[in-house]
């Protein structure tokens, strides 16, 4: 059922906190340096930030003592008032600022507004002043600065960043800054911040040799290492296994597709800009595939004619796609050129939307428990008033309403969000929260009226007559690359017992121990046990704590005793010391550990 919408951030008090602060940020600032000269200061998630023209730059000791004058500024007490005013008026209060001047100009235009983003009417021009600062600006601020907790805010960081985002004008200094409620928000926020960068997944997957970036192959191409190849085997074996127990067939549709293809389906106006250069051969167009639907929807086509009997047909593939993202906007594996989805489209009559629809969330909330996802929340995705959507209202209508019944029908608690719908229909999202708290986006299961009749699709139905099948497009978990990036964060790089890619170590204390560690490693291998041996001439503590370092869970120590006795020295992880052990009782404690998804 449809729950309350969520308060825009922009409505929430939290939101004037922050909008405030960058502004009592700013007068601080201009307090220390009075010739400076001040660009755009929004709330952001999580925080503000302002941008400053300097007379040079900014060091940790400036941030400290601005941040002690914010805090004596919060303490006077001052209100925050609204004036409205006209370009001129505006002209005069910001004469000597270039910013705010081109600023006004862009509100008096109805280009853009005093954040630097595009108007969609001419705007009122505003200011608010707040003790001996004056900003243009919009609004929404608390009513005073008393409002503002001052031991629940810092100033964060300071980074480059060029007017309106151009190259050709000039670098600015940014002050990233955040404020809470309260100073325990601000302690735990500070806490999660220190505990992602300790899981940052570029970091650990360097640290447990899974992946590399190389200049030489390029951005956002990334390289596996056979241990970082057999987590993907390994997560998309499991996905695969799981979708073929739900009746899903696997197909395959390779690399290039004719750019043809994508105009007929919508795709490539929508996409283009992320559509890696054409390639061209005896006049034909080709692109490396960025998405699977039009493709499978070929195949569905050039199997035959189809008959009511024979849908749903539900096709998957796990396919390397293609995006020529941004180089700034690429990150680690959470955003790459790259990326292997597992994408399925599901064709089916426009009765089987709704048990289509149950057998894919349950798929998906099968797959996220495995990977201790449990906290998450569906957004119905629809399309907003501005954007790239088909017009077509009819399908648009059918579409909204299927997707809807079947959420209330799988009792799905869901929230709507305008403008966050594909462009050929509206979607289920599925947003999970890792557990340091943080919000990904990772199923998805969205209905499509419209790329089917655009693409030719039939089936014969009962009537006899030739109907134009619904595609219901789902991703479990979306690419493998980013997936594997959010799991390496969300488990501190000690994936569970089943993912991890070497489950178990041979410690042998001295080399005379040296060809029974083998042994062991040879029964185990027997029995499916990912194992290495540990053959380097270093002590056992240090050959201990360095599995202990690559999250390996079992380190097995061999030593005199073990040798007489044919068993090994169990030792996990995180420092628990199970003690010596047969063979049959390690097995018997991994099979517990998979079973339980430790």
């Known amino acids: 059922m449809a729950e309350k919408k969520p308060e825009r951030y922009q409505d929430s008090d939290l939101y004037r906190v922050r909008h405030s602060t960058a502004h009592i940020m700013a007068q601080a600032v201009l307090e220390e340096f009075p010739e400076g000269k001040v660009a755009i200061g929004p709330a952001i998630e999580d925080g503000f930030y302002y941008d400053f023209d300097l007379p040079r730059a900014l060091t940790p000791d400036d941030l400290v003592a ?7 500024i919060i303490a006077g007490d001052h209100a925050f008032i609204r004036k409205e005013v006209s370009p001129d008026e505006a002209r005069k209060l910001f004469k000597g600022q270039p910013y705010k001047l081109e600023l006004i100009s862009g509100l008096e235009s109805g280009g853009i507004d005093e954040d630097g983003n595009p108007l969609t009417e001419k705007a009122v021009m505003s200011t608010y002043t707040s003790d001996t600062f004056v900003d243009l600006c919009r609004g929404p601020h608390v009513e005073r600065t008393s409002q503002i907790n001052p031991a629940a805010i810092k100033l964060m960081s300071v980074a480059g960043a060029y007017w309106r985002g151009d190259e050709k004008n000039p670098m600015l200094q940014r002050i990233y800054g955040t ?35 190389s200049e030489d192959v390029g951005p956002g191409l990334p390289l596996f290492t056979p241990k970082g190849e057999m987590v993907r085997h390994l997560m998309e074996e499991y996905v695969r296994d799981v979708q073929t127990r739900y009746g899903f067939q696997h197909v395959w549709t390779g690399h290039l597709v004719k750019e043809d293809l994508y105009k007929r389906s919508g795709h490539y106006d929508n996409y283009r800009d992320v559509m890696f250069p054409p390639m061209v051969d005896e006049n034909i167009v080709f692109r490396l595939k960025p998405m699977n639907c ?13 008959s009511y009997r024979e849908l749903p047909l539900r096709f998957s593939e796990f396919a390397t796609l293609y995006r020529y993202e941004k180089t700034g906007e690429l990150s680690g594996l959470t955003r790459v050129r790259s990326l292997t989805q597992d994408d399925c489209h599901i064709f089916c009559t426009p009765e089987q939307i709704e048990s289509e629809f ?20 569906v957004r119905l995705s629809l399309r907003g008033s501005t954007g790239k959507f088909v017009q077509d209202d009819e399908k648009w209508t059918k579409a909204e309403a299927a997707l809807r019944k079947a959420l209330d029908a799988n009792k799905v608690n869901y929230y709507e969000a305008a403008g966050e719908a594909a462009f050929y ?21 969205q209905v499509d009226f419209i790329q089917p009749a655009r693409l030719g699709l039939t089936y014969i139905a009962e009537d006899g007559a030739e109907h134009t099948p619904v595609v219901l497009h789902r ?20 994936f569970p017992v089943w993912l991890t890619p070497v489950q178990a170590v041979v410690i042998p204390i001295a080399d005379r121990h040296l060809a029974y560690a083998h042994q062991v490693a040879e029964e185990l291998k027997l029995q499916g046990i990912r194992i290495e041996v540990d053959e380097r001439a270093d002590r056992m503590n240090a050959k201990i704590r360095d599995a202990q370092n690559l999250k390996i869970p079992y380190m097995l120590v061999v030593g005199d005793k073990e040798m007489e006795s044919h068993q090994v020295a169990l030792r996990l992880r995180n420092n628990e010391n199970p003690g010596a052990m047969g063979m049959d009782d390690f097995m018997a404690r991994v099979k517990q550990d998979v079973e339980a998804g430790v």
């Open 179 to 213: 404020a809470w409620e309260t100073a325990e928000q601000l302690e735990e926020y500070i806490w999660k911040l220190e505990e992602a960068k300790k899981r940052d997944h570029r970091k650990l997957g360097r640290e447990l040799g899974l992946f590399h970036f």
């Open 475 to 494: 991703a479990v978990t979306g690419s493998t690359e980013r997936f594997m990036g959010v799991l390496i964060e969300h488990f501190a790089g000690a």
């Open 294 to 306: 039009p493709s499978h929807m070929t195949l569905f086509r050039e199997m035959g004619r189809h």
């Open 66 to 72: 601005i941040e002690k004058r914010m805090r004596a």
């Open 358 to 377: 149950s057998l894919s969330l349950n798929l998906i909330k099968e797959v996220l428990g495995r990977y201790r996802f449990t906290d998450y929340a």
């Open 425 to 445: 229909g509206p979607k289920a999202d599925f947003l999970a929260k890792d557990v340091i708290g943080r919000e990904w986006q990772l199923s998805t299961i």
